[in-house]
């Protein structure tokens, strides 16, 4: 089994799908710029890139959509290392294309935000997360920093 997950994930990166694989990495690069009015640019992306502890830069690929004005990234029930960076330190940098945003993740516990990001995800994705439940996942919605 070991040897069959290792030649799938060979060739996917070898066919150029790389950035559909939850890999991390460390630092983003790119041109950081102020997050813009309309996030049409950025939600149009399938994924993006998320960097967490500034200390140590952790980056992931992820999916991202957005619900009421704001970016939204999932981890499901997945307590992922991003996530526990997220914990101690809300500051993170998403990446989509060349340009960086430097944003605040902030776990959403509202059950009517959940059901709204729900819809979005799967309209976007085409299928619901399989955990809906507020309390057992881990939903963040990105915002500009506060001072």
């Given at each position: 089994?070991?040897?069959?997950?290792?030649?799938?994930?060979?060739?996917?990166?070898?066919s150029?799908?790389?950035?559909?694989?939850?890999?991390?990495s460390?630092?983003?690069?790119g041109?950081?710029?102020?997050l813009?009015?309309?996030?049409d640019?950025?939600?149009?992306?399938?994924?993006?890139?998320l960097?967490?502890?500034?200390?140590?830069?952790?980056?992931?690929?992820l999916?991202?959509?957005?619900?009421?004005d704001?970016?939204?990234?999932?981890?499901g029930?997945?307590k992922?290392t991003?996530?526990e960076?997220i914990?101690q330190?809300?500051?993170?940098?998403?990446?989509?294309g060349d340009?960086?945003?430097e944003?605040?993740?902030?776990r959403?516990?509202?059950?009517e935000?959940?059901?709204?990001?729900?819809?979005a995800w799967e309209?976007?994705?085409?299928?619901?997360p399989q955990?809906?439940?507020?309390?057992?996942t881990?939903l963040?919605?990105?915002r500009?920093?506060s001072?």
């Amino acid at each position: 089994m070991r040897k069959l997950i290792t030649a799938v994930l060979i060739g996917l990166l070898a066919s150029g799908c790389a950035e559909y694989l939850p890999i991390s990495s460390g630092a983003l690069e790119g041109r950081v710029l102020p997050l813009p009015p309309s996030l049409d640019r950025i939600t149009q992306d399938k994924i993006i890139q998320l960097e967490t502890s500034a200390s140590d830069p952790y980056s992931v690929n992820l999916w991202v959509v957005e619900v009421v004005d704001d970016l939204h990234v999932f981890a499901g029930d997945n307590k992922a290392t991003w996530v526990e960076h997220i914990e101690q330190n809300p500051n993170v940098r998403l990446r989509s294309g060349d340009e960086i945003f430097e944003l605040e993740a902030v776990r959403v516990n509202d059950p009517e935000i959940f059901a709204l990001f729900s819809e979005a995800w799967e309209a976007k994705y085409g299928n619901r997360p399989q955990n809906e439940s507020v309390a057992q996942t881990y939903l963040y919605r990105l915002r500009p920093r506060s001072s």
